[in-house]
């Protein structure tokens, strides 16, 4: 059988939103098609199932993810510029009509955690891993004394975490800039405190 031919990336970029758009159960293989150009067959081909590409979908999430943090956190400036960046660009995600589409994982985790442990395991890993990179971002900033010591990395990486999932969940039901940008700005304050 011969392979598909298609840019990978710009697919499983289009899945992620249709996944995001309507969660994993309601996303039906119409819809995939429809989003990602590919006739079933394809889809079929390229990744098993509608779950094969799902897994396909988080993986290049967490590669965009990935790139993304980097970006704002390159050690080009100092630590909270960039954290104070990180923030005010995840309040511009918020505030987008693409609200709703801000997290894959934490709307494939709400959804399919209990159902299917190969995804809990894959987006519990994102997320860990994704919270290591803020402690790390933290620890930087205590050595070179932007932030003190008084709380540790890990402490502080938890609570921005739970702080950011927070904003995009508060950002459902109050999606108003100002009020999205008043909670990130208290959470870099009490961040820095």
Not at 66 to 90: C, H, M, W
Not at 93 to 122: F, G, P, R, W, Y
Not at 136 to 141: C, D, K, M, P, R
């Amino acid at each position: 059988m011969r392979n598909a031919e298609f840019d990978r990336e710009k697919v499983l970029r289009s899945a992620m939103t249709a996944f995001m758009d309507k969660g994993y159960g309601k996303t039906s293989m119409q819809d995939l098609t429809k989003a990602t150009g590919l006739h079933p067959g394809s889809i079929y081909c390229a990744f098993d199932n509608k779950r094969g590409l799902l897994l396909a979908a988080l993986e290049q999430y967490k590669i965009d993810r990935n790139i993304e943090f980097q970006y704002f956190f390159s050690g080009n400036r100092p630590v909270l510029v960039e954290l104070k960046a990180y923030l005010d660009n995840t309040v511009q995600e918020c505030i987008s009509c693409e609200a709703a589409k801000s997290c894959l994982l934490t709307k494939a985790l709400n959804e399919m955690a209990q159902q299917d442990e190969e995804v809990q395991k894959i987006i519990t890993d994102n997320l860990v891993n994704w919270q290591q990179g803020l402690a790390n971002i933290f620890e930087l900033a205590q050595v070179k004394g932007e932030l003190t010591s008084k709380r540790d990395s890990q402490h502080l990486a938890r609570f921005l975490a739970m702080g950011i999932y927070g904003l995009r969940t508060f950002a459902h039901t109050h999606p108003q800039a100002e009020v999205l940008q008043e909670l990130a700005e208290q959470l870099f304050l009490d961040i820095c405190a």
